[in-house]
Nanobody, 123 residues
């Protein structure tokens, strides 16, 4: 299984970025997908998840209204649209695949993981 994340970069506060993660080696439409992030010196935290069909999404409270997760099962790709970025959003963002929404978020050690993409937000 490979999860290839891309789209990170450096932006100023208030800017936007769109992350993508293309999956291979798994039946993509059968997996819940999500994004996590890890800031320097901090623990990894949940960002957002999307159900296998794309109909259900969950967000961490601090991302609600600013971030949007979506997926295209025809392209085996999950996206994270990030708007109104803040310096505290600076982190390495990882895409992840899991079996259920709860397992992906609360039992991440069982997830598939990508290599991460760095997002840097300057003030």
């Amino acid at each position: 299984v490979q999860l290839q994340a891309s789209g990170g970069g450096s932006v100023q506060a208030g800017g936007s970025l769109r992350l993508s993660c293309e999956a291979s080696g798994l039946i993509f439409r059968g997996y819940v997908m999500g994004w996590f992030r890890q800031a320097p010196g901090k623990e990894r935290e949940f960002v957002a998840s999307v159900s296998a069909t794309g109909r259900t999404t969950y967000y961490a409270d601090s991302m609600k209204g600013r971030f949007t997760i979506s997926r295209d099962n025809a392209k085996n790709t999950v996206y994270l649209q990030m708007n109104d970025l803040k310096p505290e959003d600076t982190a390495v963002y990882y895409c992840s695949g899991g079996t259920t929404m709860d397992n992906l978020r609360y039992n991440p050690h069982n997830n598939y993981w990508g290599q991460g993409t760095l997002v840097t937000v300057s003030s």
